[in-house]
């Protein structure tokens, strides 16, 4: 009964190298989110995703981006991946931009 | 720049203390505020949503306030048990961003 998971739970990849990320939310929302949260454990805002409208961080690099084949999926793709991309990416999920966010339990990304 | 600011950084209590977590944020108009709950190598847990029309929330042993005017919120635990540690995070939508965080405060209730 997960409400928002996402896979893989564990990335290690070589630099240089796409991956992505998946994400998916059975709780019926709206609007997804990818968060990143650096060494520091400071989580920032990446992407930010409707059926409507993509708002995209100004600060993350246009290697990343978000792709939504439904409105219950929201994946990361990340081409050339650098050492400074390891981090853990979280997935998020609410109704509209301004309620109750339910967050997946993260992908730990390693860029070796 | 919309900024959450949570202090302290860090804090160490005994067991069956009650503490407060502190987090402020720069914009007045706030809609709400999340608090969630983040243990080691996992994910982050929701524990209380605070409306922008409400003054408190509670949850078991939570209870969280919010002061807009003054760009405060805490979370209050009571009777604080060594589950309870954990890092606790504030959160709020400002601006056009959906989520703005804090930095955390890291609380170790020691037995």
């Known amino acids: 009964d997960t409400a928002v998971s996402q896979t893989p739970k564990y990335l290690v990849t070589q630099m240089g190298n796409d991956k992505s990320i998946k994400c998916e939310q059975n709780l019926g929302h709206d609007t997804m989110y990818w968060y990143k949260q650096d060494s520091k454990k400071f989580l920032k805002i990446m992407f930010s995703?409707?059926?409507?409208?993509?708002?995209i961080n100004e600060t993350v690099p246009n290697r990343f981006s978000p792709k939504s084949p439904d409105k219950a999926h929201l994946n990361l793709h990340i081409n050339s991946l650098e050492l400074g991309d390891s981090a853990v990416y979280f997935c998020a999920s609410s109704v509209g931009g301004r309620t109750e966010a339910f967050f997946g339990q993260g992908t730990r990304l390693t860029v070796v | 720049k919309q900024e959450v600011t949570q202090i302290p950084a860090a804090l160490s209590v005994p067991e069956g203390e009650n503490l407060v977590l502190n987090c402020s944020f720069t914009d007045s108009a706030i809609y709400n505020l999340q608090w969630f709950r983040q243990d080691p190598g996992k994910g982050l847990t929701s524990l209380l949503l605070?409306?922008?029309?409400?003054r408190e929330q509670t949850s078991g042993r939570l209870n969280a306030s919010l002061d807009k005017s003054s760009g405060r919120s805490t979370l209050y635990i009571a009777a604080s048990q060594p589950g309870d540690s954990a890092t606790y995070l504030c959160?709020?939508?400002?601006?056009?961003?959906?989520?703005?965080f804090g930095k955390g405060t890291r609380l170790s209730v020691i037995a």
């Open positions: 959160a709020a939508p400002l601006g056009r961003t959906p989520l703005v």
């Open positions: 995703y409707n059926n409507k409208e993509l708002i």
């Open positions: 605070i409306q922008s029309s409400q």
